[in-house]
Protein backbone atom coordinates (compact mmCIF):
# COMPACT_ATOMS: atom_id res chain seq x y z
CA UNK A 1 0.00 0.00 0.00
CA UNK A 2 1.57 3.79 -0.77
CA UNK A 3 1.92 5.53 2.38
CA UNK A 4 0.65 8.84 2.31
CA UNK A 5 2.08 11.74 0.77
CA UNK A 6 3.70 14.07 3.79
CA UNK A 7 1.87 17.02 4.94
CA UNK A 8 3.76 20.72 3.58
CA UNK A 9 5.68 21.48 6.34
CA UNK A 10 4.82 25.45 7.14
CA UNK A 11 8.30 25.04 9.22
CA UNK A 12 11.38 23.08 7.74
CA UNK A 13 15.03 23.86 9.45
CA UNK A 14 18.10 21.99 8.25
CA UNK A 15 21.76 21.71 10.43
CA UNK A 16 24.77 19.42 9.60
CA UNK A 17 24.14 17.88 13.16
CA UNK A 18 23.13 14.50 14.50
CA UNK A 19 20.18 14.26 16.69
CA UNK A 20 22.82 13.64 19.54
CA UNK A 21 24.26 17.13 18.41
CA UNK A 22 21.11 19.30 17.66
CA UNK A 23 20.23 20.70 21.66
CA UNK A 24 23.47 22.25 22.03
CA UNK A 25 23.51 24.16 19.15
CA UNK A 26 22.36 27.39 20.11
CA UNK A 27 21.38 28.48 16.58
CA UNK A 28 19.03 25.61 16.25
CA UNK A 29 17.21 26.45 19.44
CA UNK A 30 16.91 30.30 18.10
CA UNK A 31 15.30 29.05 15.21
CA UNK A 32 13.09 26.36 17.49
CA UNK A 33 11.97 29.15 19.86
CA UNK A 34 11.23 31.91 16.85
CA UNK A 35 8.01 31.12 14.47
CA UNK A 36 7.86 27.68 14.76
CA UNK A 37 7.50 26.95 18.53
CA UNK A 38 5.41 30.64 18.45
CA UNK A 39 3.31 28.96 15.95
CA UNK A 40 2.98 25.38 17.37
CA UNK A 41 1.91 26.34 20.99
CA UNK A 42 -0.83 28.61 19.96
CA UNK A 43 -2.20 25.98 18.64
CA UNK A 44 -1.93 23.63 21.85
CA UNK A 45 -4.83 22.96 24.53
CA UNK A 46 -2.74 23.29 27.02
CA UNK A 47 -1.24 26.30 26.33
CA UNK A 48 -2.75 28.66 28.59
CA UNK A 49 -1.17 32.34 27.35
CA UNK A 50 -3.80 32.54 24.51
CA UNK A 51 -5.11 35.73 26.05
CA UNK A 52 -1.72 37.74 26.36
CA UNK A 53 1.00 39.07 23.58
CA UNK A 54 3.57 36.80 23.51
CA UNK A 55 6.94 38.41 22.75
CA UNK A 56 9.30 35.84 22.25
CA UNK A 57 10.22 32.35 23.91
CA UNK A 58 13.53 31.16 25.21
CA UNK A 59 14.33 27.51 26.19
CA UNK A 60 15.22 27.70 29.94
CA UNK A 61 16.38 24.18 30.39
CA UNK A 62 16.60 21.17 28.87
CA UNK A 63 17.31 17.57 29.54
CA UNK A 64 17.61 14.18 27.66
CA UNK A 65 15.34 10.57 27.99
CA UNK A 66 17.46 8.11 26.68
CA UNK A 67 17.82 4.63 26.85
CA UNK A 68 20.83 2.60 24.57
CA UNK A 69 18.43 2.86 22.09
CA UNK A 70 16.36 5.96 21.78
CA UNK A 71 17.23 9.78 22.43
CA UNK A 72 14.00 11.98 23.47
CA UNK A 73 15.00 15.97 25.01
CA UNK A 74 12.33 17.51 28.07
CA UNK A 75 12.42 21.10 26.98
CA UNK A 76 11.33 23.85 30.16
CA UNK A 77 10.55 26.96 27.60
CA UNK A 78 9.58 30.33 28.59
CA UNK A 79 6.90 31.83 27.23
CA UNK A 80 7.78 36.10 27.29
CA UNK A 81 4.96 38.61 27.07
CA UNK A 82 4.09 41.81 25.88
CA UNK A 83 2.36 42.73 29.16
CA UNK A 84 5.43 42.10 31.15
CA UNK A 85 5.37 38.69 32.79
CA UNK A 86 6.46 35.11 31.39
CA UNK A 87 4.82 31.69 31.87
CA UNK A 88 6.98 27.91 31.59
CA UNK A 89 5.58 25.45 29.86
CA UNK A 90 6.73 21.80 29.18
CA UNK A 91 7.61 20.15 25.52
CA UNK A 92 8.98 16.91 25.33
CA UNK A 93 10.86 16.81 22.00
CA UNK A 94 11.22 13.60 19.79
CA UNK A 95 12.31 12.26 15.78
CA UNK A 96 9.94 10.27 13.77
CA UNK A 97 11.12 9.57 9.75
CA UNK A 98 7.02 9.59 8.85
CA UNK A 99 4.87 12.05 10.20
CA UNK A 100 2.19 9.25 10.06
CA UNK A 101 3.52 8.42 13.28
CA UNK A 102 2.03 10.98 14.54
CA UNK A 103 -1.02 11.73 12.69
CA UNK A 104 0.56 15.08 10.84
CA UNK A 105 0.55 16.42 14.21
CA UNK A 106 3.75 17.88 14.06
CA UNK A 107 6.19 20.44 15.59
CA UNK A 108 8.63 20.92 11.91
CA UNK A 109 10.24 19.67 9.53
CA UNK A 110 14.06 19.47 9.47
CA UNK A 111 16.49 17.69 7.71
CA UNK A 112 19.61 16.33 9.92
CA UNK A 113 23.01 15.62 7.96
CA UNK A 114 20.77 15.82 5.04
CA UNK A 115 18.78 13.05 6.36
CA UNK A 116 14.76 14.19 6.18
CA UNK A 117 12.84 14.00 9.78
CA UNK A 118 10.27 15.56 11.72
CA UNK A 119 9.60 17.07 15.25
CA UNK A 120 7.31 15.98 17.12
CA UNK A 121 5.99 15.99 20.54
CA UNK A 122 7.19 12.51 22.51
CA UNK A 123 4.30 12.44 24.61
CA UNK A 124 2.69 11.14 21.20
CA UNK A 125 5.33 8.35 20.87
CA UNK A 126 4.84 5.01 22.56
CA UNK A 127 8.40 4.54 23.11
CA UNK A 128 8.94 7.72 24.70
CA UNK A 129 5.63 6.94 27.35
CA UNK A 130 7.08 3.76 27.58
CA UNK A 131 10.62 4.74 28.26
CA UNK A 132 9.32 7.14 31.16
CA UNK A 133 7.61 4.44 32.68
CA UNK A 134 10.32 2.40 32.85
CA UNK A 135 12.49 5.18 34.44
CA UNK A 136 9.90 5.71 37.29
CA UNK A 137 9.34 2.14 38.15
CA UNK A 138 13.09 2.00 38.38
CA UNK A 139 13.05 4.74 40.40
CA UNK A 140 16.37 6.36 42.17
CA UNK A 141 18.30 3.25 41.10
CA UNK A 142 19.63 5.02 37.86
CA UNK A 143 21.14 8.50 38.71
CA UNK A 144 19.79 10.83 35.65
CA UNK A 145 21.73 14.45 35.32
CA UNK A 146 19.46 16.57 37.18
CA UNK A 147 16.73 14.77 36.85
CA UNK A 148 14.76 12.64 39.60
CA UNK A 149 12.11 10.01 38.46
CA UNK A 150 10.64 8.28 41.56
CA UNK A 151 8.67 5.35 42.14
CA UNK A 152 5.65 5.85 44.71
CA UNK A 153 4.15 3.48 47.15
CA UNK A 154 1.12 2.63 44.84
CA UNK A 155 3.19 1.38 41.55
CA UNK A 156 2.63 -2.46 41.86
CA UNK A 157 3.69 -3.19 38.22
CA UNK A 158 7.61 -3.80 36.96
CA UNK A 159 6.55 -4.35 33.46
CA UNK A 160 5.14 -2.10 31.10
CA UNK A 161 2.39 -3.59 29.10
CA UNK A 162 0.44 -0.24 27.40
CA UNK A 163 -0.08 3.25 27.60
CA UNK A 164 -2.54 5.60 25.80
CA UNK A 165 -4.03 9.33 26.05
CA UNK A 166 -6.41 9.85 28.70
CA UNK A 167 -8.82 11.69 26.04
CA UNK A 168 -10.35 14.24 27.90
CA UNK A 169 -10.44 17.68 28.44
CA UNK A 170 -7.76 19.10 30.58
CA UNK A 171 -5.12 21.61 31.05
CA UNK A 172 -2.45 19.48 31.27
CA UNK A 173 -1.54 16.11 29.24
CA UNK A 174 -2.23 12.85 31.05
CA UNK A 175 -1.29 9.36 29.58
CA UNK A 176 -2.79 5.57 31.10
CA UNK A 177 -0.53 3.09 32.03
CA UNK A 178 -1.40 -0.83 31.75
CA UNK A 179 -5.31 0.14 32.30
CA UNK A 180 -4.15 0.77 36.23
CA UNK A 181 -1.88 4.19 36.39
CA UNK A 182 -2.49 7.59 35.41
CA UNK A 183 0.92 10.15 34.54
CA UNK A 184 0.05 14.15 34.12
CA UNK A 185 2.60 15.63 32.62
CA UNK A 186 2.64 18.78 34.02
CA UNK A 187 2.39 21.30 30.89
CA UNK A 188 2.10 24.81 32.92
CA UNK A 189 5.46 24.38 34.94
CA UNK A 190 6.87 26.32 38.25
CA UNK A 191 10.07 26.63 40.31
CA UNK A 192 8.79 24.33 43.45
CA UNK A 193 7.33 21.17 43.93
CA UNK A 194 3.94 21.40 42.43
CA UNK A 195 0.92 21.02 44.92
CA UNK A 196 -0.79 17.99 43.46
CA UNK A 197 2.26 16.00 43.48
CA UNK A 198 3.18 17.35 47.08
CA UNK A 199 -0.47 16.19 48.48
CA UNK A 200 -0.68 13.09 46.79
CA UNK A 201 2.72 11.89 48.38
CA UNK A 202 1.34 12.79 51.82
CA UNK A 203 -2.14 11.92 51.50
CA UNK A 204 -0.49 8.22 50.19
CA UNK A 205 2.21 8.17 52.41
CA UNK A 206 1.49 10.05 55.59
CA UNK A 207 -2.17 10.94 55.55
CA UNK A 208 -3.52 7.41 54.28
CA UNK A 209 -6.41 9.17 52.78
CA UNK A 210 -8.24 6.69 50.98
CA UNK A 211 -9.95 8.35 49.10
CA UNK A 212 -7.56 10.07 46.32
CA UNK A 213 -5.65 7.95 43.83
CA UNK A 214 -2.68 6.91 45.56
CA UNK A 215 0.33 8.42 44.56
CA UNK A 216 2.75 6.19 42.30
CA UNK A 217 5.28 8.17 41.12
CA UNK A 218 6.99 11.33 39.76
CA UNK A 219 9.66 12.81 37.63
CA UNK A 220 11.09 16.17 39.08
CA UNK A 221 14.04 18.72 37.63
CA UNK A 222 16.60 19.61 40.25
CA UNK A 223 18.22 22.81 39.10
CA UNK A 224 22.02 23.74 40.35
CA UNK A 225 20.66 26.32 42.38
CA UNK A 226 18.38 23.75 44.41
CA UNK A 227 15.22 25.06 42.63
CA UNK A 228 12.92 22.02 41.93
CA UNK A 229 10.29 21.93 39.15
CA UNK A 230 7.70 18.81 38.88
CA UNK A 231 7.54 17.66 35.51
CA UNK A 232 5.27 14.44 36.19
CA UNK A 233 3.41 12.61 38.48
CA UNK A 234 1.90 9.47 38.38
CA UNK A 235 -1.40 8.05 40.30
CA UNK A 236 -3.32 4.90 40.31
CA UNK A 237 -6.09 5.11 38.03
CA UNK A 238 -9.67 5.16 39.65
CA UNK A 239 -12.60 3.33 38.16
CA UNK A 240 -15.37 5.82 37.66
CA UNK A 241 -18.77 6.63 36.47
CA UNK A 242 -17.98 10.11 35.69
CA UNK A 243 -17.53 13.26 37.90
CA UNK A 244 -19.60 14.55 40.62
CA UNK A 245 -20.57 17.63 38.79
CA UNK A 246 -22.40 15.62 35.96
CA UNK A 247 -23.46 13.27 38.92
CA UNK A 248 -25.20 15.80 40.86
CA UNK A 249 -26.15 17.71 38.16
CA UNK A 250 -28.03 14.52 36.24
CA UNK A 251 -30.05 14.32 40.13
CA UNK A 252 -30.67 18.24 40.57
CA UNK A 253 -32.61 18.47 36.87
CA UNK A 254 -34.44 15.28 37.52
CA UNK A 255 -36.00 17.06 40.44
CA UNK A 256 -36.22 20.28 39.08
CA UNK A 257 -38.53 18.20 36.38
CA UNK A 258 -40.70 16.76 39.34
CA UNK A 259 -41.17 19.97 40.63
CA UNK A 260 -42.44 21.47 37.43
CA UNK A 261 -44.82 18.45 37.07
CA UNK A 262 -45.67 18.36 40.24
CA UNK A 263 -48.38 21.20 42.04
CA UNK A 264 -45.71 21.64 45.55
CA UNK A 265 -46.92 24.91 47.26
CA UNK A 266 -42.75 25.78 48.22
CA UNK A 267 -44.17 27.88 51.10
CA UNK A 268 -44.99 24.98 52.96
CA UNK A 269 -41.00 23.53 52.35
CA UNK A 270 -39.06 24.09 55.85
CA UNK A 271 -36.95 27.27 55.40
CA UNK A 272 -33.49 27.20 56.74
CA UNK A 273 -31.16 29.63 58.25
CA UNK A 274 -28.22 30.14 56.04
CA UNK A 275 -25.32 27.73 57.16
CA UNK A 276 -27.72 25.86 59.38
CA UNK A 277 -27.00 22.38 60.38
CA UNK A 278 -29.42 19.60 59.72
CA UNK A 279 -28.95 15.96 59.90
CA UNK A 280 -30.32 13.80 57.13
CA UNK A 281 -33.20 12.69 58.09
CA UNK A 282 -34.18 16.06 58.90
CA UNK A 283 -34.14 16.90 55.33
CA UNK A 284 -37.30 18.31 54.14
CA UNK A 285 -39.66 15.28 53.32
CA UNK A 286 -41.21 17.13 50.23
CA UNK A 287 -37.50 17.92 49.25
CA UNK A 288 -36.72 14.00 49.80
CA UNK A 289 -39.66 13.79 47.54
CA UNK A 290 -38.51 15.41 44.60
CA UNK A 291 -35.03 14.83 44.96
CA UNK A 292 -34.88 10.79 46.83
CA UNK A 293 -33.34 10.05 49.78
CA UNK A 294 -30.47 8.82 47.71
CA UNK A 295 -29.68 12.56 47.00
CA UNK A 296 -28.89 13.93 50.12
CA UNK A 297 -27.06 10.60 51.31
CA UNK A 298 -24.83 11.52 49.06
CA UNK A 299 -23.98 15.14 49.78
CA UNK A 300 -23.62 13.17 53.68
CA UNK A 301 -21.04 10.87 51.96
CA UNK A 302 -19.10 13.66 50.14
CA UNK A 303 -19.22 15.32 53.57
CA UNK A 304 -17.90 12.82 55.27
CA UNK A 305 -14.93 11.89 52.63
CA UNK A 306 -13.94 15.78 52.50
CA UNK A 307 -13.66 16.36 56.51
CA UNK A 308 -11.31 12.91 56.05
CA UNK A 309 -8.99 14.49 53.48
CA UNK A 310 -8.91 17.59 56.26
CA UNK A 311 -8.46 15.23 59.00
CA UNK A 312 -5.56 13.59 56.90
CA UNK A 313 -4.21 17.18 56.17
CA UNK A 314 -4.12 18.74 59.18
CA UNK A 315 -2.92 15.65 61.24
CA UNK A 316 0.95 16.24 60.59
CA UNK A 317 3.37 17.32 63.36
CA UNK A 318 6.73 16.97 62.00
CA UNK A 319 6.94 18.48 58.53
CA UNK A 320 6.27 22.02 58.57
CA UNK A 321 5.07 21.64 55.37
CA UNK A 322 2.14 20.66 56.54
CA UNK A 323 2.16 21.11 60.67
CA UNK A 324 -1.59 22.99 61.26
CA UNK A 325 -0.86 26.87 62.18
CA UNK A 326 -2.70 29.21 63.85
CA UNK A 327 -3.98 32.78 62.58
CA UNK A 328 -1.31 35.43 62.50
CA UNK A 329 -0.94 39.03 61.33
CA UNK A 330 1.40 38.14 59.08
CA UNK A 331 -1.46 36.29 57.32
CA UNK A 332 -4.12 38.74 58.02
CA UNK A 333 -1.86 41.13 55.84
CA UNK A 334 -1.19 38.46 52.97
CA UNK A 335 -5.21 37.99 52.96
CA UNK A 336 -6.25 40.72 52.75
CA UNK A 337 -3.99 42.68 50.04
CA UNK A 338 -4.70 39.54 48.04
CA UNK A 339 -8.81 40.05 48.13
CA UNK A 340 -8.39 43.22 47.63
CA UNK A 341 -6.28 43.28 44.10
CA UNK A 342 -8.33 39.85 43.62
CA UNK A 343 -11.90 42.46 43.88
CA UNK A 344 -9.97 45.32 41.93
CA UNK A 345 -9.54 43.09 39.30
CA UNK A 346 -13.52 41.93 39.11
CA UNK A 347 -14.44 45.19 39.53
CA UNK A 348 -12.23 46.43 36.45
CA UNK A 349 -13.23 43.55 34.38
CA UNK A 350 -16.96 43.69 35.26
CA UNK A 351 -16.50 47.32 33.96
CA UNK A 352 -15.06 46.45 31.00
CA UNK A 353 -17.45 43.67 30.14
CA UNK A 354 -20.93 44.72 31.07
CA UNK A 355 -21.90 45.03 27.45
CA UNK A 356 -21.69 41.31 27.57
CA UNK A 357 -24.42 40.97 29.72
CA UNK A 358 -28.03 41.27 30.03
CA UNK A 359 -31.45 41.12 31.72
CA UNK A 360 -30.83 39.40 35.59
CA UNK A 361 -26.94 39.37 34.94
CA UNK A 362 -27.14 43.17 33.82
CA UNK A 363 -29.09 44.31 36.76
CA UNK A 364 -27.01 42.29 39.21
CA UNK A 365 -23.79 43.55 37.99
CA UNK A 366 -24.98 47.15 38.29
CA UNK A 367 -25.99 45.93 41.82
CA UNK A 368 -22.58 44.50 42.22
CA UNK A 369 -20.21 47.94 41.38
CA UNK A 370 -22.39 50.21 43.47
CA UNK A 371 -21.48 47.68 46.47
CA UNK A 372 -17.79 47.27 46.00
CA UNK A 373 -16.96 49.49 48.95
CA UNK A 374 -19.44 46.88 50.87
CA UNK A 375 -17.70 43.67 49.64
CA UNK A 376 -14.50 45.39 50.61
CA UNK A 377 -15.28 45.87 53.74
CA UNK A 378 -16.08 42.44 54.33
CA UNK A 379 -12.91 41.53 52.93
CA UNK A 380 -11.10 44.12 54.90
CA UNK A 381 -13.05 42.51 58.10
CA UNK A 382 -10.82 39.85 59.09
CA UNK A 383 -8.98 39.65 62.33
CA UNK A 384 -6.72 36.80 63.46
CA UNK A 385 -7.28 37.88 67.06
CA UNK A 386 -10.82 36.53 66.97
CA UNK A 387 -10.12 33.07 65.22
CA UNK A 388 -8.74 30.37 67.26
CA UNK A 389 -9.28 27.45 64.77
CA UNK A 390 -5.88 26.08 63.09
CA UNK A 391 -4.83 26.27 59.28
CA UNK A 392 -3.71 23.38 57.12
CA UNK A 393 -2.52 22.60 53.78
CA UNK A 394 -5.87 22.56 51.77
CA UNK A 395 -7.25 21.35 48.22
CA UNK A 396 -7.40 24.87 47.07
CA UNK A 397 -9.53 24.56 44.29
CA UNK A 398 -12.20 22.02 45.68
CA UNK A 399 -15.54 21.75 43.34
CA UNK A 400 -17.65 19.23 42.02
CA UNK A 401 -15.64 18.76 38.95
CA UNK A 402 -12.57 17.57 41.21
CA UNK A 403 -14.35 14.92 42.84
CA UNK A 404 -14.78 11.19 40.55
CA UNK A 405 -17.72 8.86 41.37
CA UNK A 406 -17.65 5.15 41.45
CA UNK A 407 -20.54 3.11 43.10
CA UNK A 408 -21.81 6.13 45.54
CA UNK A 409 -18.60 6.83 46.72
CA UNK A 410 -16.30 9.77 46.55
CA UNK A 411 -12.67 10.18 45.61
CA UNK A 412 -10.71 13.50 45.14
CA UNK A 413 -8.78 14.67 42.91
CA UNK A 414 -5.66 17.41 41.17
CA UNK A 415 -4.46 19.16 44.08
CA UNK A 416 -2.71 21.60 41.93
CA UNK A 417 -4.82 25.00 43.68
CA UNK A 418 -6.36 27.40 42.07
CA UNK A 419 -4.87 28.34 38.77
CA UNK A 420 -4.49 32.10 39.24
CA UNK A 421 -2.53 31.53 41.91
CA UNK A 422 1.12 31.91 42.05
CA UNK A 423 2.60 28.93 43.49
CA UNK A 424 3.32 30.07 46.89
CA UNK A 425 -0.11 31.48 47.63
CA UNK A 426 -1.00 28.02 46.72
CA UNK A 427 0.80 26.62 49.85
CA UNK A 428 -0.24 29.03 52.56
CA UNK A 429 -1.97 27.66 54.83
CA UNK A 430 -6.04 28.38 54.72
CA UNK A 431 -8.94 27.30 56.88
CA UNK A 432 -10.44 24.05 55.97
CA UNK A 433 -13.49 25.93 55.50
CA UNK A 434 -12.24 27.83 52.52
CA UNK A 435 -12.85 24.43 50.78
CA UNK A 436 -16.10 23.66 52.26
CA UNK A 437 -16.79 27.02 50.99
CA UNK A 438 -16.11 25.90 47.51
CA UNK A 439 -18.19 23.09 47.34
CA UNK A 440 -20.85 25.13 48.55
CA UNK A 441 -20.27 27.68 45.87
CA UNK A 442 -20.06 24.31 43.72
CA UNK A 443 -23.67 23.16 44.74
CA UNK A 444 -24.91 26.64 44.25
CA UNK A 445 -23.82 26.48 40.62
CA UNK A 446 -24.87 23.02 39.61
CA UNK A 447 -28.40 24.15 40.94
CA UNK A 448 -28.31 27.25 38.99
CA UNK A 449 -26.92 26.56 36.01
CA UNK A 450 -29.41 23.33 35.70
CA UNK A 451 -32.19 25.92 36.32
CA UNK A 452 -30.49 28.65 33.53
CA UNK A 453 -29.80 25.53 31.18
CA UNK A 454 -33.31 24.05 30.93
CA UNK A 455 -35.80 26.79 30.90
CA UNK A 456 -37.36 25.08 27.96
CA UNK A 457 -38.34 22.37 30.53
CA UNK A 458 -40.28 24.73 32.91
CA UNK A 459 -43.69 25.81 33.60
CA UNK A 460 -43.60 27.20 36.36
CA UNK A 461 -42.09 31.00 36.74
CA UNK A 462 -38.32 31.61 37.46
CA UNK A 463 -38.78 33.47 40.64
CA UNK A 464 -40.30 29.79 41.90
CA UNK A 465 -37.09 28.49 40.25
CA UNK A 466 -35.04 30.73 42.34
CA UNK A 467 -36.80 30.00 45.53
CA UNK A 468 -36.54 26.19 45.19
CA UNK A 469 -32.88 26.69 44.72
CA UNK A 470 -32.42 28.83 48.14
CA UNK A 471 -34.51 26.35 49.54
CA UNK A 472 -32.87 23.31 48.47
CA UNK A 473 -29.20 24.98 48.70
CA UNK A 474 -29.50 25.87 52.15
CA UNK A 475 -30.61 21.77 53.06
CA UNK A 476 -27.86 20.60 50.69
CA UNK A 477 -25.65 22.58 52.91
CA UNK A 478 -27.29 22.00 56.03
CA UNK A 479 -26.40 18.02 55.50
CA UNK A 480 -22.73 18.77 54.67
CA UNK A 481 -21.86 21.02 57.52
CA UNK A 482 -23.86 18.50 59.96
CA UNK A 483 -21.85 15.33 58.98
CA UNK A 484 -18.31 17.50 58.23
CA UNK A 485 -18.51 19.37 61.70
CA UNK A 486 -19.19 16.30 63.17
CA UNK A 487 -16.28 14.30 61.49
CA UNK A 488 -13.97 16.68 61.83
CA UNK A 489 -14.43 17.48 65.72
CA UNK A 490 -14.30 14.20 67.15
CA UNK A 491 -11.05 13.76 65.06
CA UNK A 492 -9.06 16.91 66.64
CA UNK A 493 -9.12 19.30 63.47
CA UNK A 494 -9.47 22.37 65.30
CA UNK A 495 -11.93 24.91 62.60
CA UNK A 496 -12.97 27.09 65.58
CA UNK A 497 -15.78 27.99 67.33
CA UNK A 498 -19.62 28.19 66.34
CA UNK A 499 -19.25 31.92 65.54
CA UNK A 500 -15.87 31.53 64.24
CA UNK A 501 -17.29 28.73 61.50
CA UNK A 502 -20.42 30.97 60.34
CA UNK A 503 -17.59 34.08 60.40
CA UNK A 504 -14.84 32.09 58.35
CA UNK A 505 -17.99 30.70 55.86
CA UNK A 506 -19.28 33.68 54.72
CA UNK A 507 -15.92 35.02 54.32
CA UNK A 508 -15.02 32.03 52.28
CA UNK A 509 -17.68 32.20 49.88
CA UNK A 510 -18.07 35.73 49.36
CA UNK A 511 -14.17 35.40 48.43
CA UNK A 512 -15.03 32.02 46.03
CA UNK A 513 -17.73 33.80 44.28
CA UNK A 514 -15.78 36.94 43.45
CA UNK A 515 -13.01 34.50 42.34
CA UNK A 516 -15.36 32.76 40.15
CA UNK A 517 -16.81 36.35 38.56
CA UNK A 518 -13.36 36.96 36.91
CA UNK A 519 -13.45 33.21 35.73
CA UNK A 520 -16.27 33.05 34.35
CA UNK A 521 -16.17 36.75 32.74
CA UNK A 522 -13.21 35.89 30.97
CA UNK A 523 -13.75 31.98 29.99
CA UNK A 524 -17.62 31.63 29.60
CA UNK A 525 -19.66 35.42 30.51
CA UNK A 526 -23.33 33.00 30.12
CA UNK A 527 -22.56 31.80 33.03
CA UNK A 528 -21.48 35.04 34.92
CA UNK A 529 -24.97 35.38 35.65
CA UNK A 530 -24.24 32.16 38.42
CA UNK A 531 -21.47 34.22 40.69
CA UNK A 532 -23.75 37.20 40.38
CA UNK A 533 -26.57 35.79 42.00
CA UNK A 534 -24.28 34.04 44.27
CA UNK A 535 -22.82 37.72 45.90
CA UNK A 536 -26.20 39.08 45.73
CA UNK A 537 -27.62 36.49 48.07
CA UNK A 538 -24.52 36.47 50.39
CA UNK A 539 -24.48 40.11 50.55
CA UNK A 540 -28.48 40.29 51.22
CA UNK A 541 -29.63 37.30 52.96
CA UNK A 542 -32.29 39.89 54.45
CA UNK A 543 -34.76 37.26 55.00
CA UNK A 544 -31.91 35.35 57.07
CA UNK A 545 -30.96 36.35 60.86
CA UNK A 546 -28.26 34.84 60.71
CA UNK A 547 -24.95 37.34 61.41
CA UNK A 548 -21.39 37.15 58.94
CA UNK A 549 -19.73 38.99 62.06
CA UNK A 550 -17.77 37.52 65.09
N1 LIG B 1 -6.54 9.01 39.15
C1 LIG B 1 -7.49 9.14 38.24
N2 LIG B 1 -8.30 8.10 37.93
C2 LIG B 1 -9.25 8.23 36.97
N3 LIG B 1 -9.45 9.33 36.25
C3 LIG B 1 -8.68 10.39 36.51
C4 LIG B 1 -7.65 10.36 37.51
N4 LIG B 1 -7.02 11.54 37.52
C5 LIG B 1 -7.62 12.29 36.59
N5 LIG B 1 -8.61 11.61 35.98
C6 LIG B 1 -9.48 12.11 34.89
O1 LIG B 1 -8.76 13.10 34.20
C7 LIG B 1 -9.42 14.36 34.26
C8 LIG B 1 -8.40 15.46 34.35
O2 LIG B 1 -7.62 15.30 35.51
P1 LIG B 1 -7.01 16.53 36.27
O3 LIG B 1 -6.10 16.02 37.33
O4 LIG B 1 -8.11 17.45 36.72
O5 LIG B 1 -6.17 17.19 35.09
P2 LIG B 1 -5.85 18.71 34.75
O6 LIG B 1 -5.05 19.21 35.91
O7 LIG B 1 -5.06 18.62 33.49
O8 LIG B 1 -7.17 19.42 34.57
C9 LIG B 1 -10.34 14.24 35.46
O9 LIG B 1 -11.46 15.07 35.38
C10 LIG B 1 -10.72 12.77 35.42
O10 LIG B 1 -11.75 12.56 34.49
O1 LIG C 1 -9.90 24.19 35.85
P1 LIG C 1 -10.18 23.89 37.28
O2 LIG C 1 -11.03 22.69 37.51
O3 LIG C 1 -8.92 23.89 38.09
O4 LIG C 1 -11.04 25.12 37.91
C1 LIG C 1 -11.44 26.25 37.18
O5 LIG C 1 -12.52 25.91 36.31
C2 LIG C 1 -13.74 25.52 36.97
C3 LIG C 1 -14.78 25.25 35.89
O6 LIG C 1 -14.44 24.07 35.22
C4 LIG C 1 -14.23 26.65 37.88
O7 LIG C 1 -15.35 26.16 38.61
C5 LIG C 1 -16.54 26.91 38.55
O8 LIG C 1 -17.46 26.23 37.68
C6 LIG C 1 -17.79 24.90 38.13
C7 LIG C 1 -18.83 24.35 37.14
O9 LIG C 1 -18.26 24.25 35.86
C8 LIG C 1 -18.41 24.95 39.54
O10 LIG C 1 -18.66 23.61 39.98
C9 LIG C 1 -17.44 25.63 40.49
O11 LIG C 1 -18.05 25.77 41.77
C10 LIG C 1 -17.10 27.00 39.96
O12 LIG C 1 -16.12 27.60 40.82
C11 LIG C 1 -13.13 26.96 38.90
O13 LIG C 1 -13.59 28.04 39.71
C12 LIG C 1 -11.85 27.36 38.15
O14 LIG C 1 -10.81 27.55 39.10
Known amino acids: MASKTPPKPKHSLEFPLTWEELMKSVEFQKQLCGDVLQDYILQQRWYGGKASKLKYIDVLDYFSVQNESDLYYGLVIEANYVEAFVQDYFLPLGLVKHPDAVDGNIIAHIKLNEEEFWLVDASLLESFRKMIFEKITEGNKTKHQHLEYRRGRKCLDDDY ?8 EQSNTSVVYNEKYILKFFRRLYVNHNPDYELSKYLTNKGQFENTPGYAGSITLKFSDKNVMTIALMQEMIPNEGDAWDYFSKNIRKGIQAFNASKRDLAKIQKLSPLQQINENEVDAQLTELFGKSFFE ?7 RTAEMHVSLGMERINTEFTPSGYSYDYTVWLKNRLVYMLDNRINLLENNLHKLDGLALDLAQALLSNKKEVKKRFLDF ?5 KGERIRVHGDYHLGQVLVNERDFYIIDFEGEPESTIRDRKVKQPPLKDVAGM ?7 IYASIFNHQDEHNKSIEEHFELAELLYDQMVGVFLYTYIDYVQSHNLNIGYRKEIEFLLHYCLLEKAIYELGYELNSRPRWAIIPLKGISSILNPEQHESSTSL
Open 161 to 168: TSSRFLGV
Open 298 to 304: DIETLAH
Open 383 to 387: DENRL
Open 440 to 446: FRSFNYA
